[in-house]
């Protein structure tokens, strides 16, 4: 069984910084992709930022220039920098990974459980 981890998350005023991780355990054969999405109340579910096994990077519009996705496969973990923070940022942010496991060797998506990000104003 695989599971995702996230830690990271909290309070923080505007304009201030918080870094997101983001740890896969389990019988893993292979990380795929990785990546972070978030959801605001009575929003719909948006991709903030992914990366390739390879390091290939993409990010939301919203977050460009801001936020920095970075990961070590050694440790299976994915981070978010998150920096300059705006109340607009303010959402549940939940880690997905593309995941093949050694039981099934098969892919499959995998999510955390979700971690609060609050930005004050």
């Known amino acids: 069984q695989v599971q995702l981890v996230e830690s990271g998350g909290g309070l923080v005023q505007a304009g201030g910084s918080l870094r997101l991780s983001c740890a896969a355990s389990?019988?893993?054969?292979?990380?795929?992709?990785m990546g972070w999405y978030r959801q605001a109340p009575g929003k719909e579910r948006e991709l903030v930022a992914d990366?390739?096994?390879?390091?290939?990077?993409n990010y939301a519009d919203s977050v460009k220039g801001r936020f920095t996705i970075s990961r070590d496969n050694a440790k299976n973990t994915v981070y978010l920098q998150m920096n300059s923070l705006k109340p607009e940022d303010t959402a549940v942010y939940y880690c997905?990974?593309?995941?093949?496991?050694?039981?099934?060797?098969?892919?499959?998506?995998?999510w955390g459980q979700g971690t609060q990000v609050t930005v004050s104003s």
């Open positions: 389990g019988s893993i054969f292979r990380i795929s992709a």
């Open positions: 990366i390739t096994s390879g390091g290939s990077t």
């Open positions: 997905n990974a593309l995941i093949t496991t050694r039981r099934t060797m098969t892919i499959r998506t995998y």
